[in-house]
C-alpha cells in the first residue's frame, strides 16, 4: 500500500492483541530478518537462527518500523 495508509499502526495493533492474549511475537523490519538470515547462513548458523524463529508464535514483519 501506499505510505500513510496505517499498515505498521495495524501491524502494532495487532501485535499489541496477540501480546495481551499471551502469544509469543517477533516484530522485525524485513530488511533487519533478511540481514540476520544472510548473515546466520554466512557464517553457517542458519540452522540455529531458524530454531531461534520458531519460538515465536508469530513473526509480524513490516517494511518500515
Given at each position: 500500500g501506499l505510505?500513510?495508509?496505517g499498515k505498521t499502526h495495524t501491524l502494532c495493533a495487532i501485535g499489541?492483541?496477540?501480546?495481551?492474549?499471551g502469544r509469543r511475537?517477533?516484530?522485525t523490519p524485513a530488511y533487519r530478518l533478511?540481514?540476520?538470515l544472510m548473515?546466520?547462513?554466512r557464517d553457517f548458523?542458519?540452522?540455529?537462527a531458524l530454531r531461534k524463529?520458531?519460538?515465536f508464535d508469530f513473526l509480524l514483519i513490516d517494511d518500515e518500523l
Open positions: 505510505p500513510g495508509t499489541h492483541r496477540l501480546v495481551e492474549a511475537v517477533l516484530c533478511v540481514q540476520d548473515a546466520a547462513k548458523d542458519l540452522p540455529r524463529l520458531d519460538h
